[in-house]
């Protein structure tokens, strides 16, 4: 069995440089048979597709490795405009701080932590650590699923977490004070979504 790996390719470029920072990865591609043989792209997946976006070629390879060069640079200076923009202190939750995962029983509506190691380098602070999840089979204790469905304290988008990607439930003293806000903010809109189907689940029962 050959231990070379598989060549990542995008259409006849082989891509030999990569760098993932914040929402796109900015690769570089050589085709050494083409007449333009340099590709410089932003690849972006999630959960549904992938795609290569804003693709330029050339035949001048510092050319287009200044163009992969700025489109790094530009990604560092988005995320760095990114965290400037946050309003909470851009602590790392650490595993200390946490009620370790497998001694948590069921987790749906809990608080817990993603693992830091389970994050690129520049998304490991509280602000996405900390999710309330609200079901998946990786929400119950003894499942043969990993999924777990969570809401992010500080955004309030909905993700999906596999079960070992986290540390474990926040200690309610380890919480912050501004994640304890949310947390509350979150069950009382979940409530208020909850509700009107209790009310006709009610009145079916009635009829």
Not at 76 to 87: A, I, L, P, S, T
Not at 150 to 178: F, H, M, N, Q
Request: one cysteine or more.
């Amino acid at each position: 069995m050959s231990d070379e790996k598989e060549k990542r390719m995008v259409e006849s470029y082989e891509i030999t440089q990569g760098i993932q920072i914040g929402d796109k990865e900015v690769i570089f591609g050589v085709d050494e048979k083409a007449e333009m043989p340099y590709l410089c792209a932003f690849y972006v997946s999630n959960s549904i597709m992938e795609s290569y976006q804003e693709c330029m070629v050339g035949d001048d390879y510092a050319e287009i490795m200044e163009l992969f060069a700025d489109r790094v640079k530009a990604q560092c200076v988005k995320v760095h405009g990114e965290q400037e923009k946050v309003d909470v202190p851009r602590e790392k939750i650490t595993a200390d701080r946490c009620i370790p995962t497998f001694q948590c029983g069921d987790i749906v509506g809990k608080v817990m932590a993603v693992k830091p190691e389970a994050l690129r380098p520049e998304y490991r602070s509280a602000e996405h650590q900390l999710i309330l999840v609200t079901g998946g089979n990786g929400a119950r204790e003894r499942s043969f699923g990993s999924a777990c469905y969570c809401i992010t304290l500080y955004s309030g988008e909905r993700e999906r977490w596999e079960r070992y990607d986290l540390a474990g439930e926040v200690k309610p003293e380890c919480l912050p004070e501004w994640a304890k806000e949310r947390f509350a903010e979150i069950q009382k809109q979940e409530a208020a979504k909850a509700a009107p189907n209790q009310n006709q689940n009610k009145d079916m029962e009635v009829r």
